[in-house]
């Protein structure tokens, strides 16, 4: 690494200091993290990091399914992403002037909408919960209604607009007054007009595979809802920001279904090439011509580091890789792989309920057995706390297997798959040949996993 002008030295100061990285979170950043890390056994150190692997210092290597919820779909530091922030730093561009246009990120949004081809504009800003934020808005101000529908259980972020969205109580709590949204059930058609025979529904917002649980919209859904929300003149949103790039085996999870088009559809995560936040909303040109209407709303909507080149240059990086290297197909063939591997065991594990998904996005879930030991475990655990078998399994897959996993959200039993996009047969082999030593290892009767598991009846007790 090259030492800096100015005396600044970042190797040097993580030699020196890396070390205090569990300290430091404690002290100044959000102390239930190491807490809770600390709990789990999660609290390594890892040194390094390329593709989908991990390694610490004593050169173990930790296969990694979870791809930093989703941001890493190209694994980590890819060598064309990598190249394309060096390049775009060394051009030394004059960023951000907020009084010129630049090149990339038109380049960025044509590439975008050459995937939609139904959508015309894009607003890049930051993240996903911005994008999500930009359609709220967009679809209020273009429709001239104020409320928004969305689904039970769904996950769009954790800022004030989206949080009004967000399906989950346990983010909502505590932080209203909230905006005047309201739930409806995924794939409740009739619930849905009725809604919208109140006159004053902007949109419905709604992720094809919803993130939390790993619950695809039901066949027919979207298509219905779609038609329902235009009869009614409201907007369909897609929130892509998971989904989105390729992770379900399709450019977009809504294209799943033939004669879908959301629009408005958000993206975000794997855009970034795990390097530059990046959030994207693209839309109808009549919508953003609605909300732009003229000159002196320039910038009635913007975001102060939106279209910055590092963030336009990694997004390009991204789509040329997905193309490239045929990304998508991958993502499509080793999901189904991984997939249909693990429901073939459904049938030899009483404690594997179901496994579901598309692409590389897989939920494993977890129930209730039938045989009489591993119920009366199964029971002391869900009387602690729900969720806390699927977190029993987390543990060891890390422990005595090196594989990275985690529940796909609080009091659910269910582990959520969403490795790198890159991945193969030899990570599938890896991964069903650690689940099925852990699922033995369950349905043995004793074993590490079910200490574990008192351990964490423990913890749940005591933090009540």
């Given at each position: ?213 790993v619950h695809p919209a039901p066949p027919g859904f979207l298509q219905g809802a779609q038609e329902l929300l235009h009869r009614h003149g409201a907007l369909l949103i897609a929130d892509e920001v998971q989904t989105g790039l390729g992770r379900t085996g399709d450019f977009y999870a809504f294209q799943y279904e033939a004669g879908i088009e959301p629009d408005l559809v958000c993206v975000a995560k794997a855009l970034s090439g795990g390097y530059v936040p990046v959030g994207a909303t693209l839309g109808r040109d009549w919508i953003f011509k609605k909300v ?173």
């Amino acid at each position: 690494m090259t030492r800096a002008p100015g005396g600044f030295d970042l190797a040097e100061l993580l030699a020196r200091r890396g070390g205090e990285r569990y300290a430091l979170h404690s002290r100044h950043l959000n102390h239930q993290l190491p807490r809770m890390l600390h709990t789990l056994g999660f609290d390594k150190v890892y040194e390094r990091a390329e593709g989908a692997y991990f390694w610490d210092a004593d050169g173990n290597d930790y296969l990694d399914m979870l791809a930093g919820f989703g941001v890493m779909g190209l694994g980590r530091h890819h060598p064309v992403v990598r190249r394309a922030l060096h390049d775009v730093l060394d051009a030394q561009l004059a960023d951000l002037t907020r009084f010129d246009c630049q090149p990339l990120p038109g380049l960025l949004a044509e590439k975008l909408l050459g995937h939609t081809p139904h959508l015309e504009r894009v607003f890049f800003g930051n993240s996903g919960t911005e994008a999500v934020e930009t359609a709220l808005k967009f679809a209020r101000y273009a429709t001239g209604r104020p409320r928004i529908l969305y689904c039970t259980h769904a996950f769009h972020g954790l800022t004030a607009g989206s949080l009004s969205v967000n399906g989950e109580s346990g983010f909502r709590e505590g932080f209203a007054p909230l905006l005047p949204d309201t739930a409806i059930e995924l794939g409740d058609l009739d619930a849905l007009e009725r809604e919208l025979a109140r006159g004053d529904v902007a949109g419905l917002v709604v992720e094809p595979i919803q993130g939390k649980g790993v619950h695809p919209a039901p066949p027919g859904f979207l298509q219905g809802a779609q038609e329902l929300l235009h009869r009614h003149g409201a907007l369909l949103i897609a929130d892509e920001v998971q989904t989105g790039l390729g992770r379900t085996g399709d450019f977009y999870a809504f294209q799943y279904e033939a004669g879908i088009e959301p629009d408005l559809v958000c993206v975000a995560k794997a855009l970034s090439g795990g390097y530059v936040p990046v959030g994207a909303t693209l839309g109808r040109d009549w919508i953003f011509k609605k909300v732009y209407s003229s000159m002196d709303r320039v910038l009635v909507h913007s975001a102060s580091f939106g279209s910055n080149a590092q963030a336009m240059a990694a997004g390009l990086a991204v789509l040329a890789v997905l193309e490239d290297e045929q990304v998508v197909a991958n993502a499509r063939v080793t999901g189904e792989l991984l997939r249909s591997r693990l429901a073939a065991l459904v049938d030899r594990y009483e404690l594997l309920h179901e496994v579901r998904g598309r692409g590389l996005m897989i939920g494993i879930e977890f129930g209730r057995p039938d045989s009489l030991g591993l119920r009366s475990r199964w029971t002391m655990l869900q009387a602690a706390r729900k969720g806390l078998f699927a977190q029993t399994v987390v543990h060891p897959l890390l422990h005595r297997h090196r594989i990275l996993t985690q529940v796909s959200g609080d009091r659910l039993e269910v582990i959520k798959l969403i490795p790198p996009l890159i991945i193969g047969e030899a990570e599938v082999d890896r991964f069903v040949s650690a689940f099925t030593a852990v699922m033995d290892d369950a349905h043995s009767g004793g074993g590490l996993l079910w200490d574990f598991g008192r351990t964490l009846v423990r913890q749940a007790v005591s933090g009540r």
